[in-house]
């Protein structure tokens, strides 16, 4: 499991699972109250969220899903706390960087031919349920 995470293919997918999951857990209804890799084409550009909740009042809620777990996985396999450390700063890294990056794509803007969306963007991470121990 830990190589295949590794895997951008495998690792997208399987947070796309994951957040699925989760939606259909709460009790929402795929094509109903939400829509998953919904591809909108803009004169700048194609945006491809990977969700987009439909909530009361018909406004739009985007949600992007994202793991970029690598430096996760290095810090459970981490053989001291040194290593662990380091290998924590450099997800912690990674998250704000990708936060930043979606504050950048201004998704309530340019998706406005959804109907109106939520200003910001739900950034959905998922890790399994692992504990740096490894539980």
């Known amino acids: 499991m830990t190589s295949a995470l590794r895997s951008p ?7 796309e699972v994951n957040l699925r999951r989760i939606l259909e857990f709460v ?10 890799q919904v591809h909108v084409k803009t004169e700048e550009a194609t945006y491809r969220p990977n969700c987009v909740i439909t909530t009361p009042g018909s406004r739009r ?12 996985l290095d810090a459970l396999q981490a053989s ?4 662990r450390e380091a290998a924590l700063k450099e997800h ?20 406005s031919s959804l109907g109106q969306v939520v200003d910001g ?15």
């Open 80 to 83: 001291d706390d040194a290593q």
């Open 61 to 72: 809620l985007i949600v992007d899903s994202r793991a970029p777990i690598e430096s996760y």
């Open 92 to 111: 912690l890294r990674k998250v704000r960087s990708h936060i930043d990056l979606l504050s950048k794509k201004d998704y309530a803007s340019k998706l």
């Open 9 to 15: 293919s495998v690792k997208g997918r399987w947070g």
């Open 27 to 36: 009790g929402l209804i795929s094509y109903c109250d939400f829509d998953e």
């Open 121 to 135: 963007v739900v950034l959905f991470y998922y890790y399994g349920g692992c504990a740096l121990d490894g539980t």
